[in-house]
């Protein structure tokens, strides 16, 4: 396989060796397009269209450049730059050179290939169009749409019909069938209607597609003779219709790895026996250069060597010209020998007469220009829509042909030229005059036809005008000929009455060139007045548009003859019918005998049946009792067994649950141990831990001892600083009391200070003995206190006993400042001084009880925890 880089190329060779497919896919050549700008990237072919003759393609990649590849010169050229990504194309136009490209920008322009100008550019769609469908005679063309569907005149590109549908339902494709003028569009919802082009009518829509096989139609592809519609989209699946029976025939599963369709196409000589295939005929194509006069100096003609249906190339692709100077004389000879598509009829002849035969390969080609047909499809589908004609309805019966299809495009045709004129559904040589041109032209079956005609009209003149006798007329003529050319054989003729209307079917191998010379020369030799020429017209094409009325035949006769053969197919088939209703009544009573006897002979079979059953019921209950008597003993043996298998059940069980009681024994004996084992450990870590406790309060008694002494200290420092304060107080009174005494007061005076002095001082002497009790007492209640802690602490487990009998208990102990003084011997000042001073004293020593008392209580909760532990513990 080859691979060939446009690159920025406008034009070059599409392969540099001979070209071989490769074996595993067929691949002849792989043309790619890379850029060699600054950022090299790849450019993307979108779409790609063949012409007419498959012998070139136009292809259009996502940047607009659309180049033309011409597969038969090995030449690819750049024909035009449209900047633009193009959607669709279409190559198959009436002017060869001519191709349409669907734009981005939703817009149809048609270029010319050879002159790479803008030949029209079409507007109308809201939408990408992505399809171009162009009918076979190249006139109209289809674009399409997601939203409408537009049919344009391509002689004139205006647009001529528009079809429009609900935004709901969207286009999937509208495309003309091949040689017909039917039109067929297929929407999203898998409806698909076949519309007639030139009045949009619609012919019919197909029914909807099975449940079990429905899939949404994405693509579809139509063999060349417009019978098979094939239609894939999402699925495996693929649906084939036949569009004459308007249902679906076939319905084709592919393997599970497919899981959709993308592209389908109808390969030559596989599906349709190569109806995709024309074969393209090598002719040479004649141009006009522009003149302005009709003189032998200005009239001018190009001739170049070229394919027909497309531009002028030579195997160096270079046009090759020469200059051909005529005469005024010879012009109208000229446009009378002039045919369609640049042949030549005089030359045609000459090289006819000089060959005997034209190519092979371009022969049909010749001869379809030779009989200039009009390719009309559009008549001719209304005669093929007429479907077969009842007279060649049972042609397998009387022309049994091997193959179908030929058997087919014969009654096709036969059944069109019948719709086209009666006469020929009456003329029982039709089928063999046409079946040579049926199988020459079985892959196109309009230029088949057309061809039939042309012949039945130029070469069959004169042949109904007797109808149903033969043709006098013609038959005569020939018997003249004959008898001018060789008398001899004529005579033998009538010595063994052989007329002209015996016809022999036995063939003989004749050299067919001696034939031809000799027909040849018969034409040259024949005299004028028996010349054939002189009763046959000069050659008629047909028509363009509609086919011409052939009516060369008494219209009455074949009228009558019709009107009677169908009275005759009436009646036949009225007698069908009774012999049908007859033999179906015949099979029914056929039917109900057999039934009968088979009902019978049954019931016989089921009354045997029934006996033997019986008997075999009978020796089956005779076993069955046999059975049940060995079951019985069977049954004994097995309770037996059962029983000793219960006792043994039982002892095993017993034993069982003993080794499990001794088991939980010894489990219950190993958890005591276990229990036993952590108790101990447990009393151990206790007592360990009360140890620590022990230490633990004797470090705190040892504490609170401190705070105690630290506390008397202080007190005891305080008591002595409030017994100076009151020494100094009282040096000071008598230190005043000695000035009051040296200042000379009388001697009442001074007795009375005196007197005051002496009581001041009892009450300093009360005082200090006051203060004396009050640290005794509070001396002895820090002693009990203490002494209570620690013989609580040594004993935590004990019940607490009160420190205290009562209030008066406690103050009982004590001696109270009130009955060591005694009021009535202190003045009120003093008295008041030392009521104040015991009250201070009191307060603090309560204060003191009250903390005292507290660390009592916490030491108490401490120890009562610890006995509940404890208690807990050797549990």
Same mark, same amino acid.
């Given at each position: 396989?080859? =691979?060939?880089? *446009? ?5 070059g060779?599409?392969?540099h ?36 003759t ?38 198959? $136009? ?9 734009l ?41 749409? &997601? ?15 528009k ?5 709901s ?6 495309f ?64 084939l ?12 599963? #592919? ?33 006009? *250069? ?73 022969? #049909?080609?010749?001869?379809r &220009? ?12 209304? $005669? ?40 020929f ?8 005059l ?34 149903p ?12 000929v ?12 009538i ?25 040849y ?7 004028t ?33 019709? @009107? ?21 009544m ?15 002979? +049954? ?12 008997? #075999? ?11 049940r008597?060995r079951?019985?003993a069977?049954?004994?043996?097995l ?14 069980? *017993?034993?069982?649950? @003993? ?15 276990r +229990? ?42 305080? #008591? ?6 009151y020494?100094?107080k ?53 002693? @009990? ?22 209030? @008066?208990?406690d ?17 009120? =000042? ?16 309560q ?11 916490? $030491? ?8 509940q532990t ?6």
């Open positions: 396989m080859q =691979s060939t880089d *446009l690159g920025n190329k406008e034009s060779k599409i392969w060796r001979k070209p071989s497919p490769a074996t595993r896919d067929g691949i002849i050549v792989n043309i790619i397009h890379n850029t060699s700008d600054y950022h090299p990237k790849v450019l993307r072919f979108l779409n790609v269209a063949f012409d007419g498959g012998d070139c393609l136009i292809a259009g990649d996502h940047q607009g450049n659309i180049y033309v590849f011409d597969l038969y010169g090995n030449r690819f050229n750049l024909v035009q730059r449209t900047a633009q990504a193009c959607t669709a194309l279409a190559f198959n $136009l009436r002017r060869k050179s001519e191709f349409l490209v669907a981005a920008d939703y817009s149809i322009k048609c270029f010319d290939t050879v002159t790479k100008e803008l030949v029209s550019w079409m507007r109308g769609h809201e939408s990408s169009v992505f399809s171009i469908s162009v009918h076979a005679s190249g006139k109209y063309a289809i674009t399409t749409s &997601s939203d409408t569907a537009q049919l344009w005149d391509l002689d004139t590109f205006q647009r001529k019909r079809l429009n549908i609900r935004q339902v969207g286009i999937q494709k509208v003309f069938l091949p040689l017909s003028n039917t039109i067929l569009s297929c929407f999203k919802d898998n409806s698909i209607f076949a519309w007639e082009c030139d009045t949009l009518f619609c012919k019919y829509q197909l029914p909807a597609p099975p449940e079990s096989s429905s899939i949404l139609y994405k693509v579809f592809a139509v063999t060349r003779d417009g019978r098979i519609l094939a239609a894939g989209g999402k699925s495996n699946h693929l649906h219709w036949c569009l004459e029976a308007r249902q679906l025939f076939r319905i084709i599963q #592919m393997p599970t790895k497919v899981r959709a369709i993308r592209h389908l196409e109808f390969l030559p000589d596989s599906f349709d026996a190569g109806s995709n295939q024309p074969p393209p005929p090598l002719v040479k194509v004649i141009e006009d *250069l522009p003149k302005n006069k009709l003189s032998s100096s200005d009239l001018k003609r190009k001739v170049t060597s070229g394919r027909v249906q497309q531009p002028a190339k030579s195997r160096e692709s270079k046009i090759q010209t020469r200059i051909l100077k005529q005469d005024l004389t010879g012009d109208f000879e000229s446009k009378k020998n002039e045919l369609p598509d640049g042949l030549n009829k005089k030359r045609l002849q000459i090289l006819l007469k000089g060959y005997g035969e034209y190519p092979t390969k371009y022969r #049909m080609f010749i001869w &220009s030779l009989l200039q047909l009009p390719e009309n499809h559009t008549a001719f589908s209304t $005669l093929i829509d007429k479907g077969t004609h009842v007279a060649f309805l049972n042609l397998q019966k009387k022309y049994p042909i091997k193959s179908r299809k030929l058997l087919r495009v014969l009654q096709r045709t036969l059944s069109a030229l019948a719709h086209w004129s009666v006469i559904s009456d003329t029982p040589y039709l089928p063999l046409a079946f040579p041109f049926v199988k020459l032209f079985q892959n196109n079956q309009l230029i088949c036809f057309e061809v039939i005609a042309t012949l039945i009209i130029n070469w069959c003149q004169h042949w109904f005008e007797y109808f006798n033969p043709p006098i007329n013609i038959l005569s003529m020939i018997e003249n004959l008898a001018f050319h060789d008398t001899e054989l004529l005579q033998h003729f010595d063994h009455d052989i007329t002209s209307q015996f016809f022999f079917h036995h063939r003989n191998n004749l050299d067919i060139n001696v034939v031809i010379r000799q027909v020369h018969l034409m040259e030799t024949t005299p007045d028996i010349h054939p020429d002189s009763m046959l017209n000069v050659f008629v094409a047909l028509t363009k548009g509609q086919y011409p009325v052939f009516n060369q035949y008494p219209k009455f006769i074949v009228d009558y003859q019709t @009107q009677e053969r169908e009275r005759i197919r009436n009646d036949e088939l009225d007698y069908l019918r009774e012999r049908q209703t007859v033999e179906d015949q099979a029914k009573v056929d039917q109900q005998r057999v039934e009968d006897e088979a009902w019978y002979q +049954k019931q016989e079979l089921l009354r045997k049946a029934e006996e033997t059953r019986r008997e #075999m019921l009978l020796q089956e209950e005779e076993k069955m009792i046999q059975q008597q079951l019985a069977v049954k004994r043996e309770k037996v067994k059962e029983m000793h298998l219960q006792d043994a059940a039982r002892r095993r069980f *017993l034993k069982l649950q @003993q080794d499990q009681q001794e088991m939980e024994l010894r489990r219950l004996d190993d958890e005591i141990g +229990k036993v084992y952590m108790r101990d450990r447990e009393i151990a870590a206790t007592a360990r831990e009360l140890e620590m406790r022990q230490l633990e309060l004797e470090s705190q008694k040892r504490l609170y001892e401190k705070n105690l002494t630290e506390n008397q200290e202080a007190v005891a420092k305080e #008591m002595r600083a409030d017994a100076d304060a020494r100094q009282v040096d000071l009174e008598e230190h005043m009391f000695h000035k009051l005494i040296e200042a000379g007061e009388t001697q009442s005076q001074k007795t009375q200070k005196w007197k005051e002095a002496e009581g001041k001082e009892f009450c300093l002497r009360s005082a200090k003995k006051a203060s004396a009790l009050s640290d005794a007492s509070r001396k002895w209640f820090l002693k @009990q206190e203490i002494n209570a802690t620690v013989e609580h602490a040594e004993n935590p487990c004990h019940k607490e006993e009160p420190r205290f009998q009562n209030e @008066q208990e103050s009982s102990c004590l001696p109270r400042t009130s009955q060591l003084n005694d009021s009535s011997e202190m003045d009120p =000042s003093t008295q008041i001084s030392l009521n104040r001073r015991a009250v201070e004293w009191d307060t603090t020593g204060n003191l009880i009250k903390k005292v008392r507290n660390l009592r209580q916490r $030491l108490a909760a401490q120890a009562r925890h610890r006995c404890a208690h807990l513990l050797a549990a």
